[in-house]
């Protein structure tokens, strides 16, 4: 037990980690100050570049990654590593000493190394969504619900499932307003394109 609670601090402690603030030591810049004020790296990319964008991305992709990976080679349960999956993310968005990002790589790194089956269906749904809405956000959020079920068939176990629909939740809550504002778009986008149409087809009739 108290092996557990050691991994599941780890974890936490793992997600405090922020590529952002790595960026801030060689650029000189801290990026929660600037821009949208994210630490993530879509905002480091537009503050200062393509180089910046794929180092943020990469350490807090691979700190979700890396601790996946040690606790498989450490032979948890399947519930330990629903939690530890939740604690890196919550360590990510609400780390102890810094200003935490909203946990999007993080949590593609932890589900890239925790299994490849919740992996494919995940990049599936992102990509198959993002395509109908011309959306990476709305495409991202949306194929999230569905891999609750996937965890479940694929480890069969009902607290780390929780643990996992749990993460799921925590991503989409700290996400809120942007999800909000990409469906605002989409359907703005939609209405434009009717009333188009519609016209369209009025002048055509008369």
Known sequence: MILNILYVVFAYLMGNIMGGKILQLIYGVDISKRGSGNVGARNAGKLLGQKAFVLVATVDLFKGFLVVIFLKFAGVNNWVMGLSILLVILGHIRPIFFDGGKGVATFIGAILALSPNVFFVFLLGLL?????????????????????????????????????????????????????????????????????RVEKVSRENR
């Open 128 to 196: 198959m969504i993002s395509f109908v809405t011309r959306s990476l956000t709305i495409g991202f959020y949306m194929s999230l619900p569905v891999l609750i079920v996937i965890y479940y068939l694929d480890f069969k176990d009902v607290l780390g499932t929780f643990f996992f629909m749990l993460t799921i939740v925590l991503l989409i809550f700290v996400a809120y307003e942007s999800i909000t504002k990409s469906f605002n778009r989409y359907f703005a986008v939609k209405k434009r394109r009717i009333v188009r």
